[in-house]
C-alpha cells in the first residue's frame, strides 16, 4: 500500500484559499453553508456545493485524484462519494495554481467513477493520522459531464492554462 502524506495545517491553507477564490470568481453569488456537509449554498437556487482544492498543476498531471473514502480505516466516504451521501448535488475540483475548475453533479460524478474504476487499486494517502483513499481519474473521461470554469488574475490566465492542458493530453493520446 503506497501512501503519500500531507500536512493537514497546509491542506487546510489552500482549502481555505479555493473557498476564498471561488467565491470571488463563480459565476453566481455563493455563500458559505454553515454546517459541515457542504462548503456553499449557490443563490440562484439553493444548491448546495462541495469544493476539492487540488495544489497538482495541469501539466503535472492528466488525473483527479477522486477521494472515495476520507478515513478508510472508518469506511467514510470521501470527496463527491460523501457529497453524494450528504445530498450536495454540486461537486467542484479547482486546481488553485491554474484557476480552472469543473464542476459536476455529484450523483453522476460518482456514478461514471465507479464505472472506471471498476478494476483499479485505491490510492492511500495519510491525513490527519489516519489515511484517505482514493483513485486516480483521467481528465479527459470525466469532461463529458463536467462543465469547465476559468478566471484570468494577472499572474494566471486559466483559460491559456486549459488549452494548453488539452492540447497536451490529446497529443499524448495520439501517440
Known amino acids: 500500500m503506497r501512501k503519500k502524506s500531507f500536512s ?8 481555505d484559499r479555493g473557498e476564498e477564490l471561488l467565491m470571488q470568481y463563480y459565476p ?30 495541469l501539466d503535472k498531471t492528466e488525473n483527479l485524484f477522486i477521494e472515495r473514502w476520507g478515513n478508510i480505516e472508518q469506511r467514510k ?8 451521501k450528504d445530498r450536495v448535488p454540486v461537486f467542484i475540483y479547482y486546481f488553485i495554481r ?6 459536476f453533479d455529484s450523483k ?6 465507479e ?7 485505491l490510492v492511500y494517502i495519510k491525513s490527519h493520522g ?5 483513485y486516480k481519474v483521467p481528465i479527459r473521461d470525466v469532461l463529458s459531464i ?24 490529446e497529443k499524448e493520446e495520439e501517440k
Open 28 to 57: 453566481s453569488p455563493l455563500v458559505v453553508y454553515p454546517e459541515h456537509r457542504a462548503d456553499f449554498r449557490r443563490l440562484s437556487d439553493g444548491k448546495l456545493i462541495e469544493l476539492k482544492t487540488d495544489t497538482y498543476g
Open 8 to 15: 493537514w495545517r497546509e491542506q487546510l491553507q489552500v482549502g
Open 98 to 103: 491554474h484557476n480552472v475548475w469543473l464542476e
Open 77 to 84: 466516504p470521501g470527496g463527491p462519494f460523501r457529497a453524494r
Open 115 to 121: 464505472r472506471l474504476t471498476k478494476k483499479s487499486k
Open 146 to 169: 463536467a462543465q469547465v470554469h476559468t478566471f484570468e488574475t494577472p499572474s494566471v490566465s486559466g483559460l491559456a492554462d486549459w488549452r494548453a492542458f488539452l492540447a497536451r493530453t
Open 130 to 134: 489516519w489515511a484517505v483513499a482514493g
Open 108 to 113: 453522476e460524478l460518482c456514478k461514471l467513477v
